[in-house]
């Protein structure tokens, strides 16, 4: 049971360049976020899909484009990289309901735009 | 907006209790999350609170008062292995609408001495 994965673990890209994070969960779950968290501070919302074929944008959607593929997996495309969205993107999951609501983390990429 | 609040950093000895409050304004509330995250790690969950009063797993207990917007994240017999950030995060949507989709504070650098 392998929880939530992410790839790439480690990424330099140079300004202008695109990629796609890719996130797969296997543990069923409905909902499926995307994070960014910028040295010393919190944890700030990018996109999340609260179920399978929806998709909506958090606190901080500029510049990037989620896919929900299917139940298990959700990447996180940047189109043209600059070098702000330098930082550790975190990919979790959660279940709906069912007495508990903690999310599951994937360990994260972390991104350089130079 | 949503707004959370909690200390930067706290310092403690081993086997010290460290309390961590959270004031949250948010545009809707339907619950408190503690997360733990060690330098380097992703994000785990330690508890949730979804009603007043406290809640308590193993050394750590968690409590919210809804009716003040407050909650705090209680660490009992500190051991060198505590030593991390701890974010506290309000759910503010509707899980239907808006899966469990959270707001995260800054969060708070535990450092435990021996």
């Known amino acids: 049971n392998a929880g939530v994965t992410q790839n790439p673990k480690f990424q330099v890209l140079k300004t202008g360049q695109s990629m796609t994070l890719q996130c797969a969960q296997d543990m069923n779950h409905n909902s499926m976020y995307w994070y960014r968290q910028d040295p010393g501070m919190g944890l700030r919302l990018i996109y999340y899909?609260?179920?399978?074929?929806?998709?909506d944008k958090g606190e901080v959607p500029n510049g990037y484009n989620v896919s929900r593929l299917n139940k298990r997996e959700f990447s996180l495309r940047l189109e043209s990289a600059a070098p702000s969205q330098t930082s550790v993107y975190f990919c979790a999951s959660s279940d709906q309901g069912r007495g508990t609501y903690g999310y599951t983390f994937g360990s994260g990429t972390r991104l350089t735009v130079v | 907006g949503q707004s959370l609040e909690q200390p930067s950093e706290v310092t403690a000895v081993e086997g010290a209790i460290v309390q961590i409050n959270c004031t949250y304004q948010?545009?809707?509330?339907?619950?408190l999350s503690w997360y733990q995250q060690h330098d380097g790690g992703a994000p785990t969950f330690l508890s949730y609170n979804g009603l007043d009063g406290l809640e308590e797993t193993g050394r750590f207990s968690s409590f919210l008062s809804r009716s003040d917007s407050y909650g705090y994240l209680l660490l009992q017999e500190l051991q060198m292995k505590d030593s991390a950030s701890y974010f506290c995060a309000v759910r503010d949507g509707v899980i239907k609408a808006a899966g469990n989709k959270l707001t995260f504070g800054g969060g708070t650098r535990v450092l435990v001495k021996p």
């Open positions: 948010t545009s809707g509330f339907y619950g």
């Open positions: 899909s609260a179920s399978e074929g929806t998709t």
